[in-house]
């Protein structure tokens, strides 16, 4: 079992940045590929739960993005903190959603949500206008 506590989200203005964390806990964080998606009320991709941020692989040499995000977020992870980071830059109001860290017991970096084993809570993001 793992257990996944994101933080770091909040309220900003357009062009602002957020870093959100995920601490994982329970197993060897090394041993698993980790993704943040997003959830939104009225922008859910057909067929899916969660919306692909990113993905990062479990040495941390193998990254994915959403094509529409590539160059404004950065997935990045410290194993020794057991921790995942999701940087993300010049905000804009429909980054507006709830973000989930996901874990999988793999050591690729997977992009579809129904692949990851444990979700955390989320944490919510909000960029006003």
């Known amino acids: 079992q793992v257990q996944l506590v994101e933080s770091g989200g909040g309220l900003v203005q357009a062009g602002g940045s957020l870093r959100l964390s995920c601490a994982a806990s329970g197993r060897t964080f090394g041993n698993y590929s980790m993704g943040w998606f997003r959830q939104a009320p009225f922008r859910r991709p057909p067929g899916k739960m969660h919306e692909f941020v990113a993905a990062i692989s479990w040495s941390g040499g193998t990254t994915y993005y959403a094509d529409s995000l590539k160059g404004r977020f950065t997935v990045s992870r410290d194993n020794s903190r057991n921790t995942v980071y999701l940087q993300m830059n010049h905000l804009q109001p429909e980054d507006t959603a709830v973000y989930y860290c996901?874990?999988?017991?793999?050591?690729?970096?997977?992009?579809?949500?129904?692949?990851?084993?444990?979700w955390g809570q989320g944490t919510q993001v909000t960029v006003s206008s």
């Open positions: 996901a874990a999988a017991a793999t050591e690729w970096a997977i992009q579809h949500d129904s692949e990851y084993d444990w």
